[in-house]
């Protein structure tokens, strides 16, 4: 199992971030419906969401934020990417990653060695934009990590297959709009198989279908190792 394997080699890997995400002006951010400050939200405007996360982070005391998996989140109503437009019909909100909110052109390295799997400019409104996704191996087992709202220009000097080593600089956070216009924050998310996928791959799936997404998308915290996660 994937996550056991992670949690074996721990000691291996290399930070995601230049950040202690340990440090005490870290905080855990909530975006589900018990937080109040969400419900009444214009999550639609971009720069109101980002003071909501400088209003959130300041409240803790702290300069970066972080949380977010399996999350039930109600954020996603930002934008039709998650759902149909009949109420009646499940959207997605469950997050399948963990969210890093800090400042964008924050590097972003690679947590063991690797080769870039794929890469894509996702840039539908609330989508990841440019998003990278990386191959990796331990023991016997192949799996793969996603980066998603990256700045474009570094992204862009990436190509399939290409080498990268652990701890290596490969492409910074990215701001608004080309992040997929959201507040700069890193989505981080741990993958065991691509079905298929390539550049893409769901990072909010529905509620009812949990179990089935956790066990493809193993705890992002298994790398990070951040207390407040």
Known sequence: MLAQILETHQHEFAAVLPVDLNAPDVARLDFSATNPLLQNANLRDTAAFEELVSQLLEAQNAHIGVGGYLENRVIYRRSELFGAPDPAVPSRSLHLGVDVWLRAGTPVMAPLDAVVHSL??????????????????????????????????????????????????????????????????????????????????????????????????????????????
């Open 120 to 229: 894509q400019d996702n840039d539908n409104f609330g989508d990841y934009g440019p998003t990278v996704i990386l191959q990796h191996q331990l023991e016997d087992t192949v799996f793969y990590t996603l980066y998603g709202h990256l700045t474009r220009r570094e992204t862009l000097l990436l190509r399939p297959g290409m080498a990268i080593e652990k701890g290596e600089v490969f492409t910074e956070v990215g701001p608004a709009p080309e992040n997929g216009d959201w507040p700069p924050h890193l989505h981080f998310q741990i993958i065991s198989d691509m079905l298929g996928l390539s550049g893409d791959f769901p990072g909010v799936a529905l509620p009812a279908e949990r179990e089935k997404w956790a066990a493809l998308c193993p705890n992002p915290n298994l790398i990070l190792q951040s207390q407040w996660l």
